[in-house]
T-cell receptor, first 116, second 111 residues
Framework: NAGVMQNPRHLVRRRGQEARLRCSPM?????VYWYRQLPEEGLKFMVY????????ESGMPKERFSAEFPKEGPSILRIQQVVRGDSAAYFC??????????????FGSGTRLTVV | SQKIEQNSEALNIQEGKTATLTCNYT??????LQWYRQDPGRGPVFLLL?????KEKRKERLKVTFDTTLKQSLFHITASQPADSATYLC??????????FGDGTTLTVKP
């Protein structure tokens, strides 16, 4: 079991370009969560998705950010027209439908976005 | 507003001692609470989960308590080792699905 796979690990974009971050959840997990972490800060919730549905996007900025989790393929977090303030580590986590006794979220290794 | 507070300072302890980390929350009614470990440059790793109707949970050298009256969870690492040095995050969950994380406490265990 490969765990949660995120790619790319590092992404450099110039201001105004688009950033596309990918996340493949663990096998058997149908729930995906995206979090953003700024240097020396905690994880901030962005969006919670199930296959083909956005369940909670209360943490997503209103503009330039979007997320999807299609029926086939990975979940995608898209940031359009990136600005320097978007530079951060973006983590994806997955979980099965119900949280079991000894099973929390499984996180990927993150994508570190640098906007230059 | 909802708030999660972990030890505001970094925690430094001597090897072999017990590390105790605190997670306090306000304006939440969590169904369960989780603790994670995060190493630099890595994603968080799940450690323990405790539900609202549980007082204490243990796993090897780890112990978590959950007091819904005090709105507090304590996370203990007994017989600490330098390899336990990391940032520890608490996360609260309602039954709505998402986890909300505290900012973490950085633990350093000195040999």
């Amino acid at each position: 079991n490969a765990g949660v796979m995120q790619n790319p690990r590092h992404l450099v974009r110039r201001r105004g370009q688009e950033a596309r971050l990918r996340c493949s959840p663990m096998k058997g997990h149908s729930h995906v969560y995206w979090y953003r972490q700024l240097p020396e800060e905690g994880l901030k919730f962005m969006v919670y998705l199930q296959k083909e549905n956005i369940i909670d996007e209360s943490g997503m900025p209103k503009e330039r950010f979007s997320a999807e989790f299609p029926k086939e393929g990975p979940s995608i977090l898209r940031i359009q027209q990136v600005v320097r303030g978007d530079s951060a580590a973006y983590f994806c986590a997955s979980s099965p439908p119900s949280v079991a006794e000894d099973y929390g979220y499984t996180f990927g290794s993150g994508t570190r976005l640098t906007v230059v | 507003s909802q708030k999660i507070e972990q030890n505001s300072e970094a925690l430094n302890i001597q090897e072999g001692k017990t590390a105790t980390l605190t997670c306090n929350y306000t304006n939440y009614s969590p169904a369960y609470l989780q603790w994670y470990r995060q190493d630099p440059g890595r994603g968080p790793v799940f450690l323990l989960l405790i539900r609202e109707n549980e007082k204490e949970k243990r796993k090897e050298r780890l112990k978590v308590t959950f007091d819904t009256t005090l709105k507090q969870s304590l996370f203990h690492i007994t017989a600490s080792q330098p390899a336990d040095s990391a940032t520890y995050l608490c996360a609260l969950n309602t039954n709505a699905g998402k986890s909300t994380f505290g900012d973490g406490t950085t633990l350093t265990v000195k040999p």
